[in-house]
């Protein structure tokens, strides 16, 4: 059973910065590609960053060129370092597979005040 346990979120200014983690249990993570996806209040969720099982990364246009996202083949865990960020990224933010999907964990709150 695929477990995710997403942490790291808080209350941030504009122009701030956070890491957010990913924990990935009952998968084989190494052959497995991961995304990450966030989902503003009355909104849908939306995929902003996948990184494949050769590390390569893709992001969402909004969030080129701030986020960045990493994995750890040791630890089983996927990070998204958020840089620059604006209060349209306040969101609840989770990790899940992009060519596959596990039940969704909690999330992790992202709130960023201008």
């Given at each position: ?41 009355g909104?849908?969720?939306e ?68």
């Amino acid at each position: 059973q695929v477990q995710l346990v997403e942490t790291g979120g808080g209350l941030v200014q504009a122009g701030g910065s956070l890491r957010l983690s990913c924990a990935a249990s009952g998968i084989i993570f190494s052959i497995n590609d991961m995304g990450w996806y966030r989902q503003a209040p009355g909104k849908q969720r939306e995929l902003v960053a996948t990184i494949a099982s050769s590390s390569s990364a893709n992001y969402a246009d909004s969030v080129k060129g701030r986020f960045t996202i990493s994995r750890d083949y040791v630890k089983n865990a996927v990070y998204l370092q958020m840089n620059n960020l604006k209060s349209e990224d306040t969101a609840v933010y989770y990790c899940n597979g992009v060519s596959w999907r596990g039940a969704w964990g909690q999330g992790t709150q992202v709130t960023v005040s201008s």
